[in-house]
């Protein structure tokens, strides 16, 4: 029997916000919720009484009648709080205080600059007005062509202060991609960086920025946030304001209030195989769900520091934005995570005293096999809380993180995505962590394994689907009028039933483990095989930097399941390390496991939030055209393509 690598204590408990939650909830309805299975369990069979009871929780400003939390429980389609009338910004600044900052921002050079509380509501409020000066009403779009700067922090509250719909994607994106994005808003405002800076060099932006500008024809405002001396000069025209004239004077900060659906913002898919969706959600979802995960699951508050290492580019910027509802101070580096040395990301933690760290499974892998021992080299006495996300944890990385992040550090995994802007399955202070599983679903998500027939599944691989509505679910995609593409993307394969696409294992103990995405399963001799398994044996090989797992259909009914690793420096892919690698997976996982090639790649391309390409790999191997199969704009190294096809 797997054994716990962590277990709460009394002062967990005893503390943990869930427990005081769940008091709350037993006399509010005079149950007994012994635990946090018995409390999830009410939550989900009392869905509409579960997220009024987070709405009194929290006490959300909301109108003085909002109505039933679940009018409609339909999927698609659910109603929430149908007279509500409230504002995400609104929200923000009920935690503010003096005597800690709300945001402090990192360079890659090591520059600080922390915004507190007031400035960072002065500058809410000045943007706002300068918005609406500018013409911008509700419904109208702010994009941010921006960095991970406290600029773009302030230029959300203030689009969703006055209703507005906002937008974002980091500059690593060329302006094309850019463009695929944010330009399906048909934006009337662009708040963007003159550059930013990665891996030691620094990139400028104002060529893109002008093309841009260009190419979006009903842009009326540019907002610039000048990071190189004089940068704004080659931009000059009437259109444009400095971030300094944009944010100046004194003004009130008065969020308008809005229907609960009203969409707050519009994030995107990963756009390989096409253009990115455009996936709105509304401010009472986002609103709900944040304050729930925040504060019940990962457990943060107003005396915590919040550092997830991402990017405007993903949803977990959004969430890291979140902690501001909970009063958490939350960093901003902008910057590579392993610049200039590996450990960049545990220096930061250090040095801010942040007491719940984020980040990905292959931050966690290149810190393993560069040797880094977090605990030993820098003083992480404040953390308590590692989580990630991105893709699959391996138990030797979870074990890992457990040993050298420290004794009493929890690791937090948590699986998700950019379409509810949350997690489904996570973590929670009262409950134990388990090497490579994720502990439990979420608080208010009916979460499921279904098999193809729509039958629920315990301790084999099943199809993870969600069977009551989120409040966080989309409220519709972009240009989507019939919702038609939404219901294709979530609905198509079990009527009602949400289908994210991931295969999951829940355990006899009600954790679940993580086993790839469905669209890229596996099909060995008739046996459907998830490929994390895989990855979690063979990148933890030290001669393996990285592996991607394909199953292709051939033309004559043939199956062939390639491995292709990136080897580490030095490594030669010879006779012998293919046998160790074979035998490692037929030892640890089954035989079904071992592929039946073992090619050296380059490289293994991703989608630039770290999701590795499996499925148009695949189709590129099959014979499809890598031109119409992946959107180049939407990679990493892009050029990765290019090997995958000549080898195909």
């Known amino acids: 029997m797997v054994r716990p690598q ?379 809380g590692v989580g990630v996300t991105g893709s699959t944890l391996p138990p030797t990385s979870s074990l890992w993180l457990g040993e050298n992040a420290g004794e009493r550090v929890q690791v937090m995994s948590i699986t998700g995505g950019t379409d509810v802007v949350s997690a489904f399955i996570g973590s929670v202070r009262t409950v134990p962590v388990w090497p490579g599983e994720l502990s439990v679903p979420c608080l208010g998500v009916a979460v499921d394994a279904f098999d193809a027939a729509g039958r629920p599944v315990r301790g084999e691989v099943g199809e993870l689907v969600v069977t009551a509505p989120m409040p966080s679910m989309p409220v519709r995609f972009w240009n989507d009028p019939d919702g038609a593409g939404l219901r294709e993307a979530y609905f198509s394969a079990y009527p009602g039933v949400w289908r994210h696409g991931d295969w999951i294992s829940i355990t006899e103990r009600g954790s679940v483990e993580m086993h790839g995405r469905s669209d890229a399963t596996l099909n060995r001799h008739g046996v459907r095989i998830g490929t994390a398994d895989i990855y979690q044996v063979v990148e933890d090989l030290p001669e393996i930097v990285e592996a991607l797992a394909l199953g292709v259909e051939r033309p004559d009914g043939g199956y062939w399941m390639p491995l292709f690793v990136v080897l580490a420096d030095g490594v030669v892919l010879d006779g012998a390390l293919r046998e160790r690698i074979r035998s490692e997976l037929r030892m640890r996982v089954s035989p079904r496991h071992v592929p039946d090639d073992i090619l050296a790649a380059p490289g293994v391309p991703h989608t630039r939030t770290g999701k590795k390409l499996e499925v148009p790999i695949k189709r590129i191997l099959q014979g499809a055209d890598a031109t119409a199969t992946v959107e180049r704009t939407a990679l990493d190294v892009p050029e990765l393509i290019d090997w995958y096809r000549d080898l195909g």
């Not at 916000?17 to 008091?23: H, K, L």
Request: aromatic letters at 10%.
């Open 6 to 384: 962590w277990v709460p204590g009394e002062v967990d408990f005893a503390e943990a916000r869930v427990t005081a939650f769940g008091r709350f909830v037993e006399q509010r309805h005079a149950v007994e919720l012994p635990d946090y299975d018995a409390l999830w369990q009410w939550s989900i069979e009392h869905s509409s009484e579960f997220w009024q009871a987070v709405w009194d929780w929290f006490e959300i400003r909301g109108g003085t009648d909002p109505g039933p939390a679940l009018a409609d429980a339909t999927m698609p389609g659910a109603v929430w709080f149908p007279g509500a009338r409230l504002n995400y910004a609104a929200h923000v600044f009920r935690n503010a205080r003096s005597d800690r900052p709300a945001l402090v921002h990192i360079d890659e050079d090591g520059r600080r600059r922390e915004t507190n509380w007031a400035a960072l509501h002065g500058q809410a409020a000045a943007l706002a007005a300068t918005l609406r000066e500018c013409g911008v009403k509700a419904g109208d779009r702010v994009v941010g062509y921006l960095p991970n700067v406290p600029e773009a922090v302030v230029a959300l509250i203030a689009t969703a202060g006055i209703g507005a719909v906002w937008a974002a994607c980091g500059q690593d994106y060329a302006a094309p991609a850019a463009l695929d994005r944010l330009g399906q808003l048909e934006p009337k405002v662009l708040v963007t960086a003159d550059g930013y800076q990665h891996n030691g060099r620094r990139h400028d932006r104002v060529a893109e920025v002008a093309w841009l500008r260009e190419h979006m024809p009903g842009l009326e405002v540019t907002v610039l946030v000048a990071r190189a001396a004089a940068s704004g000069d080659r931009l000059l025209d009437p259109g444009l304001l400095t971030w300094e004239e944009a944010t100046s004077g004194e003004h009130e900060f008065e969020p308008v209030p809005v229907p609960f659906d009203h969409p707050l913002w519009t994030v995107f898919s990963s756009g390989t195989t096409g253009l990115p969706k455009g996936i709105v959600h509304g401010h009472g979802g986002v609103l709900l769900e944040h304050l729930k995960a925040l504060s019940l699951h990962l457990d943060i508050g107003h005396r915590d520091t919040f550092f997830w290492y991402t990017s405007p580019s993903w949803m977990m910027w959004n969430f890291l934005a979140a902690g501001l509802l909970v009063g958490a101070t939350i960093i901003c580096y902008d910057g590579a995570p392993s610049y200039p040395d590996v450990d960049r990301l545990w220096r930061i933690a250090a040095d801010e005293h942040v007491t719940v760290f984020g980040t990905s499974p292959g931050y966690v892998l290149a810190c393993i096999k560069a040797g880094v021992v977090p605990r030993r080299e820098h003083d992480l006495s404040a953390l308590r």
